[in-house]
């Protein structure tokens, strides 16, 4: 056991020292019953007495300049209560991640930006109204390709003058360095150079955006499907002029997120504006195709990638350029496409760049890991085909450049070249090693090749006839997660009432993942109460305190251990009306299944609420936690592996994906059941990723061509593969029962084993996601020329 | 032009059963099925994703087949038999596929779930023991994109076992 030291602010609580009996079980998931039965109320699903409903006129043109804008003919219609643009509106901006954008510009960056927005009695007096509205555009040329734009310094060309100062930070060129990589390059026997290119991936939650707001004069209530009530909360509060405490955010439940929804979105800033110009609740709601067009997705990315072998298999270095498409301004990118090539393997000489780069290609956001997946794509197929090349088994090379932790180089700096002062990292703690990390990927690894049959690789298509050939691919990953970096804030309070009520106060949104249920689990174990004693207030900002929203796999690592502190002081406190009762000291006490007993002895106990009974009726015991910032070093990070058998037509192109087993740490499965329902859903992610959705634009105009889910080509239930799960588990003594996050990692390195394994089918190499049966077609036919054996 | 006038006059008056009761009303010709089951009759368990018969939230089965109300329109619906996630529960005890759906985890954001399940009835409806491949076809029109495919497929054959064999549900 390490050593115990929870990441929280004031008192650690002590382990419980004994045998777990709530957390690691698989318990069903606590709203299971409102979902199966239709009595989930999603904002979408609520009305109030005279309420208006709220439409939006977009722009069709990819960039413009509004030449004119004349409302008088919608606002004459019956039933138009009333009509924003940028003419009544000057000024006002809307908030992304932080990153503002105004609220209407001058001019247009993006297919679908809003030009106007309406509130009318009706959905299609507001519809109708829309036609009305005349508008006068000036087309400008646009820009869809990032790498063509590079030279660009400033974003001008896209957005105009109406991003100043720290809008277009965004952009910033980011570079980690290590040791001297021509050195490295120098050394190596084998040296190999490849371009990846990874497309625009959608969220595509089932759910499209939808909101509900009522403004009472002073007070603004919104009902909305976000990730986030406190970042929704805060990011109004900054573009509506309002105190945050006058704004109450409601999200009981989200039609899925995956990063689309953890802050406010345009539509909820529209409603919001609208109801407090008519004094009237304003509903809104994006059709699936505003939501394809105007949703930040997924960047796309073009990554070069360089990497040095000794022919025994030790990588001497690594230079990577990733070149993200941002989009349009106002998107949000973080730096974390420096993450897996710098930590996963051993390596002495890295360089790494990010470039973000501003198009007029819609808008872009996090998504599932945001650079997780394109950045592990990149790095292990070039694994596996650096591999081949010096004749080594892709297993054996991984084993040979494994580090027990990250690798790092205490010199190590991470430095912007724009003329910055390098930041140095702290990157080890005082024994040496890097705190938060359990690793386990070796573990991970042989455990995905055993299960799939790796041994079987060399006899797959042995006596095979006909043009289907068999593969088996392999790839491991590591995945950036949020939980406690800097800047840091997580709230938690457990009520314990007289009657032996227990109420778990939190400002989290359960995105799907199971958050209510899993921090139920974690008061209730902490108590020693069951999960159906822990009532759960939640996504509401009244009755909670301030919580990180649901995103970058942060909250199961940041809110634990606050939910985890707040729990047992309330124990404590309990423990201080009981021991009298047993007739000992509150610190000889233990509770386990409702009972509190004396732990020397457990047979002498009383019950839960017997103790309770002794609370005050109007001073219930409050217990608070408060999470602690992580130390200066690396963040909390998953890791895991997995493994593909397919099969590949050879006329067809068509990729058919047999079976999958998959690995995964993310320290200990709090609830085994919900853990592998994140992870099959990752694996979903993964499938459309390898070989089916991505956004496509026509290359003149570059309007969106498949704003639906059937041309998107969202995979379905027949794509969806047998798999195979395997949760591998570390202490992380810093979090709560090392429970880390699970949501991010499964769609991690699925792409690149399928790439992997459709390589060991057919021998073709391809660089381009997603797979699809042309590429996959024309890779053959280069390949039957004696051309270049890979895609591009 | 008054909107409001316009389509007043041109409402048509339906009959139809919904979840065994009998329902009439005047619509507008152009309200899709799932517009008059959400905000005619309040029933908001039906879903809508897509509203183009591309996900399949909406699904509810009428008159024995399993249907996309988005893509339906009230007035088709007149004179026939609906029935929603609304009817499968009765008061605190749920339908053998719920409780399978529960058991197995085959929901996560729940979004998805009321079509979900209503195709799955359709299907038990009218196979005893559904294999594998038969379970993937009658979802195949139904997305998830939490991914929960495998423990649907799961609570689905979980359910055909109890429903064939009412003592065990």
Redesign the interface.
Known sequence: MAEHRLMVHGNVPPPLDREFTVVGKPLNRKDAVEKVTGKALYSGDLRLPGMLYGKILRCPHLRARIVKIDTTRAEALPGVRAIITKENTKGWRTYWYGVSQPAFPEVITYEGQEVAAIAADDVYIAQAALKLIDVEYDVLGHTLNAEENLENPLPSSVAGEEYPENDINDRTRRVVKRGDVAKGFEQADVVLEETYTTQAQYHATIQTRACLVSWDGSNLTVWDALQGIYFTQIALAKSLGLNPENIRVIIKYLGGGFGSKASAHRVTYFAAKLSMLTGKPVRMENTRDEEFITHPHRWDFKVYLKMGVKKNGELTAIYQKAIANIGAAGSYLPNRFLYAARYLYKCPHVHLEQIGVFTNLQQTGPQRGPMNAPSIFALESHIDRLAEMINMDPLEFRLKNYVDFFYVDPEEAIRSVEGLPPIREKLVDATGKIPYMTKNLDKCMKIVTDTIGWERRKHLNDNVKGPKRRGIGFASFTAYQGAGNKPNKAFADVDIFNDGTINLAIGIVDIGGGQVTVFSMIAAEELGVSMEDISVTYGDTKGTRYAPACQSSRVTGEMGPTVLQAAAEARQQLFKLAAPMLEVKPEELGSRNGRIYIKSDPSISIPFKAACARIDPGRPIRGSGSRATNPDSPMVGAFGAQAVELEVDLETGEVNILNVAIAHEFGRALNPKLCESQLLGGVYFGVGYALSEEGIYDPKTGKMLNPNFHQYRLATSYDYPDVKIVIVEGEEPWLAYSGKGGGENANTPFAAAVRNGIHHATGIWLNDLPMTPDKIVNALQEKRKGGSSHAL | ????DK?SKSKKQITLTVNGAMFTRDVFPHMTLAEFL?EELK??????????G??G?CTVILDGHSVYACTMLAVEAGGKSVQ???S??VGDK?HPI?QA???Q?A????????GM?MSVKNLLDRTVKPTEDD??CA??G????????????KAAIDASDKTADPDRS
């Open positions: 032009m008054n909107i409001d389509a959400r029933l908001t368990g039906t879903k809508v994703g897509c509203n183009r591309e996900c939230s929603t996630i609304e499968l529960s749920l719920q759906f529960i058991d985890d929901l996560q954001c729940g979004y998805c779930s009321p399940i379970v993937r979802i195949d139904n997305f998830c994109r939490c991914g929960s495919y495998q423990n649907i497929i």
